[in-house]
């Protein structure tokens, strides 16, 4: 015959006075100004750095994370329903791993500062455009361009018209002319004899 376990009794909560109320507050707040504020270590400074307005801030991607999290778990509960089809099911696991990838993705920025994917936001509904940061030459000395990248040469997202010609900036036609010929101006005059 098994023992059974003696049931302890509730315990009692103590009722505070208000004399005991108001010390313990003040005891507490003292506490919270002895707090040091966080450090953020493995957060970027270029993250920290923005405000929590901006849509990259560290406020919003945290709430990203958050909302992501929560469509994994409902993704995930509604795969293991036993009432949907083997399709659905599927389709449901195959969202929840692009849902953990995107907070990988967002990890990353957060880490680091640069944003690795294709698209952003809470429901990745905004498309990212790259930016170049250091152009590449053709041999004739004209640049070499990708359709939907942000070029700081010209100030704009370089798009499908321009690639086929059909919309020719100034700013293009004046580059392209002071890359085919490069002048020295100097006080002195140099020859190529030793």
């Known amino acids: 015959m098994a023992m059974r376990k003696k ?24 506490m919270r100004a002895k707090k040091k504020p966080p450090e953020y270590k493995n957060v970027s400074k270029y993250v920290l750095s923005l405000d929590d307005e901006e849509p990259y801030s560290l406020k919003n991607v945290k709430d990203w994370i958050k909302h992501n999290k929560e469509m994994i778990s409902m993704l995930q509960a509604r795969a293991r329903n036993r009432d949907i089809s083997p399709k659905d099911k599927q389709h449901a696991l195959s969202m929840a791993d692009n849902k953990k990838a995107y907070i990988r993705y967002i990890e990353h920025y957060i880490k680091t500062g640069d944003w690795i ?20 030459y053709y041999d004739d000395g004209t640049p070499k361009r990708s359709v939907g990248v942000f070029y700081p040469d ?15 900036m100034e700013t293009i036609k004046r580059h392209r002319t002071a890359t085919k010929h490069v002048y020295a101006k100097t006080d002195k005059q140099f020859t190529a004899s030793l």
């Open 7 to 30: 049931i302890k009794p509730a315990r009692k909560t103590k009722t505070l006075t208000a004399a005991q109320k108001e010390a313990q507050r003040i005891r507490l707040e003292k």
């Open 117 to 136: 994917g294709i698209f952003s936001g809470r429901e990745e509904q905004n498309k990212v455009v790259p930016k170049c940061v250091a152009m590449a």
């Open 154 to 168: 010209i100030k704009a997202v370089w798009t499908q018209q321009m690639e086929s010609g059909d919309i020719v």
